[in-house]
């Protein structure tokens, strides 16, 4: 929480969740305001509820890629995210039966859109102009060098709607990735 503070990452300290499955449980859990408290602030509307550990990398996405980004691929500032929840007690794809998602654990943020300074929106699954369609294509590719799984539109139907990314370990040393 301090490098979140450090970063200036707009955050209020959450009560850990309590689930109906033992096993979802948030280690140090925040509330994610805002990326950047300053005038390049980068609003996240829904607070989503994630590990600190999750909220920091997150933060490092957005400061060092979507802005800068942003800027060069749409002439315009990224002012909001559209988001996810961010935690969510339930298994993989919302089936009871599969291991628990990395959403149980405040690991993962799904994005549904992108909002700028000169008004236009930019939807994961449905771009206004090919502009947007490069900004939308090359952070999803750039993802990866953040989250261990980045998954959305074309990867399943699960993800139809909108980017997944989460920082959950694969494999024994944790330097698997899951890009698609
Ligand atoms: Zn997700």
């Not at 390049?40 to 590990?51: D, G, H, N, Q, Y």
């Not at 060092?64 to 298994?91: D, Q, W």
């Not at 628990?100 to 102009?129: E, M, T, Y």
């Not at 750039?142 to 997944?164: E, I």
Request: hydrophobic share 40%; proline share 6%.
């Amino acid at each position: 929480m301090a490098a979140l503070r450090g970063a200036g990452v707009d955050f209020e300290p959450a009560q850990s969740p309590t689930g109906d499955v033992d096993a979802c449980a948030i280690d140090a859990p925040v509330r994610l305001a805002a990326v950047a408290a300053d005038k390049r602030r980068v609003e996240i509307r829904a607070k989503p509820l994630l590990s600190c550990a999750f909220a920091l990398q997150f933060s490092d996405f957005v400061n060092n890629l979507l802005k800068p980004l942003a800027v060069g691929a749409t002439n315009a500032s990224l002012v909001a995210i559209e988001t996810g929840s961010g935690y969510e007690c339930r298994g993989r794809n919302h089936d009871p039966q599969a291991k628990l998602s990395a959403h149980a654990k405040g690991l993962a943020l799904d994005v549904g859109g992108l909002v700028f300074s000169d008004g236009r929106k930019i939807r994961v699954d449905a771009q206004p102009d090919p502009q947007s369609t490069a900004y939308v294509k090359a952070l999803r590719t750039a993802a990866c060098g953040w989250f261990t799984t980045v998954l959305g539109p074309g990867s399943d139907p699960f993800h139809a709607t909108h980017l997944h990314f989460d920082i959950e370990r694969h494999g024994s040393n944790g330097s698997y990735r899951i890009c698609q």
